[in-house]
């Protein structure tokens, strides 16, 4: 189906905050064009139209940014503040986002394709919640007294590293750049920030908004522009002291092997594929809702999404014709309409990519029981819901992470065989239990190779709960104290006393 110049207008153009449309890159506190005037159009993926025009950064803008960022770490204008005065200006910031909701959520809305509402009460809501969590932490970070035998007083302090470099994916850019910003600067670090280069419009507002929170000048920078020009630059620059990386498994490895030539810290937060596991004993009403919402969640653009189900056989076929049935009502369409549960994909790339997943698995054997096709909307990146089921676990749409709205289903016969299925992938981001029976529960959950379990829901995430991959997800902790302490160090200071 063509579209129609009437039919493109079905979603209504926004009007979004000046700070994301000035074309200019934020260094030293303030708005500059880039070192070579270059600019980049952003796609709005639920109409294909041009949502705003930001400043395509340069490696000169790059050393430009890492120089305020080290300056202002090293005259200690942030650094040197007690935590609780960081704190101070953190739970403004936290304050700010939530005064400035609506901007955030249309920004998001426009720049990813998710729904308003989402945006709102996900995106907005954890971004501000982050900021209020780190602003607590930075009150307490502390070191301690040490017994010791020697003739002296020996205690630690936790110091922060210098400039941290904070690069981040397309598909949740204020959750996951507030992640590590707030973090960071909880610790009295400066940063430099490279959103994804298809979706860096919430960075903008941010840095308007914690110019207002009260983050001095040069502390937090944003450049944005290509990951493959900027990229690099950053991750070597030796006056960078740490990399906070989340994206994919690919470039996660080439930036932690460029880092390690200098010998910096990474946190690299990396692909996913994980297994949900449905057990016969589960709710299957309360279950197949989960079910639903961990692969059609962002479009499927979730790192910790569900997109592979395993359901024991008995009730295998009877899962099958609920999400038949089920999956199809999903509302899909407008991201600004409030009551759309799922929008277009992020960019033509990711739903070019998801249609030949697709396309993959049927040639492999698969059958579509629902979806399997584009949904022709608006200009729009849309992809129907699709479930399909009889693929061989070694198929490319099991295997890989797809990064879009597909549910691969596969039967099992006992719970070692769901234990083993599930870990079968080179990621380990998080899994699901669905079950009644809490000693199943225990007994599965410790066994599955992940950062973390989720039992009889998915995707309860908050900032005091850490999470993190194991094997090709990534390294490293973020969220709860244990983020902190990784943007931080310990010195040991010993005083003689004799
Ligand atoms: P990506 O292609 O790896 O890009 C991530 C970031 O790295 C972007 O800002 C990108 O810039 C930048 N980049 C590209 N080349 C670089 C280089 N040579 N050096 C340094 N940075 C470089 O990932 P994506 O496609 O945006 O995001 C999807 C992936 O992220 C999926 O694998 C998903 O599972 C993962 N993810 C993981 C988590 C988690 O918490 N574990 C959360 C969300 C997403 P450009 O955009 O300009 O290329």
């Known amino acids: 189906m063509t579209m129609t110049e009437s039919e493109k207008v079905l979603i209504p153009s926004v009007t979004l905050p000046d700070a994301v449309n000035r074309g200019q890159l934020f260094i030293n506190g303030e708005w500059r064009p880039s070192s070579d005037g270059g600019t980049t159009d952003i796609i709005n993926p639920a109409t294909g139209a041009v949502a705003a025009t930001v400043a395509a950064g340069t490696v000169s803008d790059i050393n430009a940014a890492v120089a305020a960022a080290k300056t202002a770490f090293d005259d200690g204008r942030w650094s040197r503040l007690s935590g609780r005065e960081r704190s101070r200006v953190l739970n403004r910031a936290a304050l700010l986002i939530r005064e400035r909701a609506e901007d955030l959520a249309l920004t998001e809305s426009t720049d ?13 809501a954890t971004a501000a919640d982050q900021y209020e969590y780190v602003a607590a932490l930075a009150q307490q970070l502390d070191g301690s007294v040490r017994e010791t035998p020697l003739p ?6 936790r110091e922060p590293l210098g400039v941290v470099a ?11 750049s507030s992640t590590k910003i707030a973090a960071a600067l909880a610790a009295g670090n400066s940063v430099v920030h490279k959103p994804a280069g298809d979706t860096p419009l919430s960075a903008l507002l941010m840095a308007e908004i914690l110019t207002e929170a009260g983050v001095p000048a040069g502390v937090f920078n944003v450049v944005t522009g290509s990951g493959g020009i900027l990229g690099d630059q950053l991750v ?4 960078v002291s740490k990399v906070a990386f989340t994206g994919s498994t690919d470039v996660g490895r080439h930036v932690a092997a460029l880092a390690g030539q200098n010998l910096r810290p990474v946190t690299a937060e990396l692909g ?10 589960a709710d299957l009403d309360q279950a197949i809702g989960t079910v639903i919402g961990a692969f059609v969640f962002n479009s499927g653009q979730f790192c910790m999404g569900g997109p592979r189900l395993l359901v024991e056989r008995p009730i295998y076929e009877t899962v099958l014709g609920i999400l038949k049935e089920a999956v199809a009502g999903v509302p899909v369409g407008d991201p600004s309409n409030p009551e759309t549960v799922m929008g277009p994909l992020a960019s033509r790339k990711q739903l070019d990519k998801v249609a030949d997943f697709v396309e993959g698995a049927k040639a492999a054997g698969g059958q579509v029981v629902v979806g399997g096709e584009r949904l022709e909307l608006n200009g729009g990146f849309f992809y129907k819901p699709t479930v399909i089921a009889g693929l061989a676990n070694d198929a490319a749409a099991v295997r890989e992470e797809v990064f879009g709205p597909v549910l691969t289903v596969q039967p099992f016969d006992s719970e070692e065989e769901a234990i083993e299925l599930a870990n079968s992938t080179e990621y380990g981001l998080a899994s699901g239990v669905q079950t009644s029976s809490i000693a199943r529960a225990h007994r599965v959950s410790s066994r599955l190779d992940a950062g973390i379990v989720w039992v009889n829901s998915w995707a309860l995430l908050d900032p005091a709960v850490p999470f993190g991959g194991v094997k090709n997800s990534g390294w490293g902790r973020e969220y709860g104290p244990e983020a902190l302490e990784s943007y931080s160090r310990t010195k040991s200071v010993v005083i003689a006393t004799d």
């Open 112 to 124: 990813v394709g998710k729904p308003i509402t989402f945006a709102r009460v996900v995106d907005v």
């Open 166 to 176: 904070a690069i981040t994916p397309f598909n949740f850019p204020l959750i996951l």
């Open 272 to 281: 996913g594929n994980a297994a949900n596991i449905l057990f016969a004993d």
């Open 152 to 157: 002296a007083h020996a205690f630690t302090k």
């Open 236 to 239: 070597a620059h030796p006056d």
